[in-house]
């Protein structure tokens, strides 16, 4: 069964203080890892999509990459609009567009 | 920017109503998705559907049912709604060739 483990569950940082998130999956075969951000009562709003390890994407203070285990989620010099909850999901090869997800990452950035 | 709506945004009712959720899209996706999302927990996949007058089951069991009479419209229905179908409900979208979903703001829905 697919699963996906994401830590820690939350994190604080202070404004400018990087660090990295982590998601720990298991799947028969990966066909593509996809990390959102989600405000409070609102709905996930897509960063990155990652189809194989050693792929790394970038934007703004957010970086992702991919091994065959894990992919981190690295925020460098955060800001307080970077709050929020970062989720990781997986789809498997021959699972028809499923994503498994994992239950996400609480950030709070303070100044 | 992903353009998927979803209402209301907000819905308390009682028990023992018929409600439906609406979600649209208007990006002509043809795969269309309704996720559950309990507080601090992951999402679950309760149906989708692959394109018009096809729709599947999710992992997740499910009371609601959905249909998919045009591209751009995928609504959820709970036929007789009950206090454990409190929760988040999150439509979503995607076009085939390309992997990633657009998630719309969803629906909280609370029955008393």
Known sequence: ?111 | EADIYQTPRYLVIGTGKKITLECSQTMGHDKMYWYQQDPGMELHLIHYSYGVNSTEKGDLSSESTVSRIRTEHFPLTLESARPSHTSQYLCASRVTGVETQYFGPGTRLLVL
């Open chain 1, 1 to 111: 069964e697919d699963q996906v483990t994401q830590s820690p569950e939350a994190l604080r940082l202070q404004e400018g203080e990087s660090s990295s998130l982590n998601c720990s999956y298991t799947v028969s075969g990966l066909r593509g890892l996809f990390w959102y951000r989600q405000d409070p009562g609102k709905g996930p709003e897509f960063l990155f999509t990652l189809y194989s390890a050693g792929e790394e994407k970038e934007k703004e203070r957010l970086k992702a990459t991919l091994t065959k285990k894990e992919s981190f989620l690295h925020i460098t010099a955060p800001k307080p609009e970077d709050s929020a909850t970062y989720l990781c999901a997986v789809q498997a090869t021959g699972t028809a567009s499923k994503l498994t997800f994992g239950t996400g990452t609480r950030l709070q950035v303070t100044l």
